[in-house]
């Protein structure tokens, strides 16, 4: 098979694209706790729109489960609703349920560390991992602006780390492999 870079246009869009979602990434570290509030309100409105969608299906469709899907449609409408209202309250209670999962989460792992079935570098493995998770989870709940700016920080990585590699994809010109122009068959 002959290789051939990728088309031009498609290697300025990843360029393009990766310059920009690395200039929204810096944005977002910039102020990685409204990024992570502005994420919430995104969602929520998302929400909204499964909401009305799952009243439409409970209206228009026959059968038992019509006025389930009308209801459960109601109840997204009214927590995407309060969501919209106060993302700031939401991203809060979201960010205090996660540290409490967490937080039993490392218990759990220090408990199962603990239990005899492990030992040596695993034991102590599973030990500092349930730790780390447990003071992570209290330095949450104790500022849960913290926590906020923390999940804001790894979505802003994440999407640095996305944006350098579609603008080096873009500038490398993946090959792209042309099916039936074997040299050698």
Same mark, same amino acid.
């Given at each position: 098979?002959?290789?051939?870079?990728?088309?031009?246009?498609? =290697?300025?869009?990843?360029? @393009?694209?990766?310059?920009?979602?690395?200039?929204?990434?810096?944005?977002?570290?910039?102020?990685?706790?409204?990024?992570?509030?502005?994420?919430? &309100?995104?969602?929520? *409105?998302? &929400?909204?729109?499964?909401?009305?969608?799952?009243? /439409?299906?409970?209206?228009?469709?026959? +059968?038992?489960? =019509?006025?389930?899907?009308? %209801?459960? %449609?109601? /109840?997204? /409408? *009214?927590?995407? @609703? &309060?969501?919209?209202?106060?993302?700031?309250?939401?991203?809060?209670?979201?960010?205090?349920?996660?540290?409490?999962?967490?937080?039993?989460? %490392?218990?759990?792992?220090?408990?199962?560390?603990?239990?005899?079935?492990?030992?040596?570098?695993?034991?102590?493995?599973?030990?500092?991992? @349930?730790?780390?998770?447990?003071?992570?989870?209290?330095?949450?709940?104790?500022?849960?602006?913290?926590?906020?700016?923390?999940?804001?920080?790894?979505?802003?990585? +994440?999407? /640095? *780390?996305?944006?350098?590699?579609?603008?080096?994809?873009?500038? =490398?010109?993946?090959?792209?492999?042309?099916? @039936?122009?074997?040299?050698? =068959?």
């Amino acid at each position: 098979m002959l290789s051939q870079k990728s088309p031009s246009w498609l =290697r300025a869009a990843q360029i @393009g694209l990766g310059a920009l979602i690395i200039v929204l990434s810096l944005f977002a570290l910039a102020s990685p706790a409204i990024t992570y509030i502005s994420i919430i &309100l995104i969602l929520a *409105i998302v &929400l909204f729109f499964v909401g009305i969608e799952e009243i /439409l299906v409970g209206i228009f469709s026959p +059968g038992k489960s =019509r006025w389930a899907n009308i %209801g459960l %449609g109601v /109840l997204v /409408l *009214i927590f995407a @609703g &309060l969501a919209i209202s106060y993302p700031a309250t939401t991203a809060l209670i979201i960010i205090i349920f996660i540290a409490v999962a967490f937080l039993i989460n %490392g218990i759990a792992r220090i408990i199962e560390g603990f239990s005899g079935k492990h030992s040596g570098a695993s034991r102590a493995f599973l030990v500092g991992v @349930g730790a780390l998770a447990i003071a992570l989870s209290i330095a949450v709940l104790v500022s849960p602006f913290f926590g906020a700016a923390l999940a804001g920080i790894v979505i802003a990585v +994440g999407l /640095l *780390i996305t944006g350098i590699q579609m603008v080096v994809a873009g500038f =490398r010109g993946r090959k792209v492999s042309v099916p @039936g122009t074997a040299v050698n =068959r």
